[in-house]
């Protein structure tokens, strides 16, 4: 049985991950492939729980070794339980969000040591790095103006890490482009200025590696 490929959306807040990670499933099983959807932090109930507290606490909030180690707790439970067996049963995986946003958020964003970050993070995956992540990049007046609208259209209020600072943001995409350059082989990064057409054709293109 073939493994199954393992495929990353990234990038800040309301630059089209859900939007992008929902046509990919829907395209890759037109072409024939199992696919499962996944998404960071949640997946599983421990780990959507684990989402809760990270999104809501505001009362007793996590201190930043706190929430990477939350993080990464979630993570581990869907590695271990979701993504690895999917992709041994030759299953595909889409998920929104992994490892980079630990690298961007609680790296370049809280300030912790990257290279902690890198080992604890291959400890909480035992390994498990993505055959391809497509890193989607907007400028933060883009991403801002989405959320605003989404907020309105779904009657929502920002969460916790998505109200952090203009500082914070700024930090995060550069973070994530750093990150891409230091890995040109895995990370493809896509401009999602443009319409969801527009952003998708990109991101199938990237595909191509696959054969
Ligand atoms: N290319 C696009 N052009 C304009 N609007 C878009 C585009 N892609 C997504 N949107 C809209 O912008 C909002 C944010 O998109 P989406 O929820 O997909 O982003 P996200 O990266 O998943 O955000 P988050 O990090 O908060 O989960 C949604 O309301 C979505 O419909
Ligand atoms: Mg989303």
Request: hydrophobic residues 40%; contains cysteine; neutral net charge.
């Amino acid at each position: 049985m073939e493994r199954g490929r393992f495929i990353t959306f990234e990038g800040g807040e309301g630059c089209g991950k859900s939007t992008q990670v929902k046509r990919m499933k829907e395209a890759l099983e037109s072409a024939g492939r199992k696919v499962l959807l996944t998404r960071e932090p949640g997946g599983t109930r421990l780990a959507e729980l684990v989402r809760t507290l990270l999104k809501d606490e505001r009362e007793d909030p996590p201190c930043d070794r706190a929430e990477l180690l939350l993080f990464l707790a979630a993570r581990a439970q869907l590695v271990r339980n979701v993504i690895r067996p999917a992709l041994d049963s030759g299953v595909w995986v889409v998920s929104d969000r992994f490892s980079d946003s630990t690298f961007a958020y609680q790296g370049y964003g809280r300030g912790l040591p990257l290279d902690v970050l890198a080992i604890a993070n291959d400890f909480a995956c035992e390994g498990l790095r993505p055959d391809l992540t497509i890193l989607l990049d907007v400028p933060p007046e883009v991403a801002a103006r989405r959320m605003r609208e989404r907020e309105q259209a779904t009657n929502t209020a920002a969460d916790r890490i998505e109200s952090a600072g203009e500082a914070f943001h700024s930090r995060l995409r550069a973070g994530f482009i750093e990150l891409a350059r230091r890995d040109p082989g895995r990370i493809v990064v896509i401009d999602a200025s443009g319409t969801p057409d527009e952003v998708w054709e990109a991101a199938w293109k990237s595909l191509k590696r696959f054969g």
